[in-house]
């Protein structure tokens, strides 16, 4: 759920956030957006960075988001297992001291 438009540019008039340090980038960017959309040259990436993180903080889960969680772990257990991987079988000629270095398995037999 994203904040509407009315909450988000309320935080600040709430002073629920606050800006410590000059962010003269992120200000610049932010006086670019108009009611025609941004106006800047460049791509709007802090304030873009801005928005993601009050969304995270702010933002109040879903309700009921429960349901969702419990359905998606009955669904990871309903998957199979996969079998496991075969063991690998060395060609003949194949170097077993190369393989064991490489794979890192110390009992391997030597030719």
Same mark, same amino acid.
Not at 27 to 54: C, H, I, K
Not at 87 to 107: C, I, M, T, V
């Given at each position: 759920?994203?904040?509407?438009?009315?909450?988000?540019?309320?935080?600040?008039?709430?002073?629920?956030?606050?800006?410590?340090?000059?962010?003269?980038?992120?200000?610049?960017?932010? +006086?670019? %957006?108009?009611?025609?959309?941004?106006?800047? /040259?460049? /791509?709007?990436?802090?304030?873009?960075?801005?928005?993601?993180? +009050?969304?995270?903080?702010?933002?109040? $889960?879903?309700?009921? =988001?429960?349901? %969702?969680?419990?359905?998606?772990?009955?669904?990871?257990? #309903?998957? $199979?297992?996969?079998?496991?991987?075969?063991?690998?079988?060395? #060609?003949?000629? =194949? /170097?077993?001291? %190369?393989?064991? +270095?490489? +794979?890192?398995?110390?009992?391997?037999?030597?030719?």
């Amino acid at each position: 759920m994203m904040p509407n438009r009315s909450s988000g540019e309320g935080v600040w008039q709430k002073d629920q956030v606050r800006h410590v340090g000059e962010y003269r980038e992120l200000e610049d960017q932010m +006086l670019n %957006f108009s009611t025609a959309g941004y106006l800047g /040259s460049r /791509s709007p990436d802090r304030v873009d960075a801005l928005v993601w993180a +009050l969304t995270d903080l702010m933002v109040v $889960p879903m309700p009921s =988001w429960g349901i %969702f969680e419990v359905t998606r772990q009955r669904a990871m257990e #309903a998957r $199979p297992v996969p079998p496991p991987p075969p063991e690998p079988y060395y #060609a003949p000629g =194949w /170097s077993h001291e %190369f393989a064991r +270095l490489l +794979l890192g398995k110390a009992d391997m037999r030597a030719d």
